[in-house]
């Protein structure tokens, strides 16, 4: 069986100098997911926020390449999910249990990375000081060799 290494670590955390209060954070389990291919996983991320209508962002990394936007959640099912991901990416934003958890159906290969959850508004710029906790996903191939 073919198996598959997800991490889901580190995270973008909001700073929003206006408040005195504690910063806005995301929280993400830190560690690799390991599922099969055609599996489905869901990626826990749960948010501190003052804001009543908090934007959440979830991205995706591979290797030493920039994170790349997957998905947006305002309330609920609200927010952007582009075309090439909408099928098998999904999440819904939970205002009570204060959590965006991130569910990848029908896994690939392609889907070994780095998923961060993001609270907006978040830091661009500069990817030398935007994680904390980063850890590289391991793949392992069809024969079992990593």
């Known amino acids: 069986m073919n198996k598959t290494h997800f991490a889901a670590l580190g995270s973008m955390n909001s700073?929003?100098?206006e408040r005195s209060?504690?910063?806005d954070r995301v929280i993400q389990p830190t560690g690799d997911v390991i599922a099969a291919e055609g599996d489905t996983v869901t990626l826990d991320c749960s948010f501190e926020t003052s804001d009543t209508s908090p934007t959440l962002f979830w991205y995706k990394q591979d290797g030493n390449n920039s994170p790349k936007f997957i998905l947006s959640r305002i309330q609920g099912n609200d927010g952007n999910t582009p075309d090439e991901?909408?099928?098998r990416f999904s999440s819904t934003l939970d205002s009570t249990s204060k959590s965006v958890p991130l569910k990848i159906q029908k896994l690939q290969l392609?889907?070994?990375a780095v998923y961060y959850c993001a609270l907006q508004p978040t830091v661009t710029g500069n990817?030398?000081?935007l994680y904390k906790n980063l850890w590289t996903a391991v793949t392992t191939d069809?024969?079992?060799l990593s």
């Open 15 to 17: 700073i929003k100098p």
């Open 110 to 112: 392609s889907d070994s």
């Open 85 to 87: 991901v909408q099928e």
């Open 142 to 144: 069809r024969n079992g």
């Open 127 to 129: 990817t030398k000081t």
């Open 21 to 23: 209060e504690e910063p």
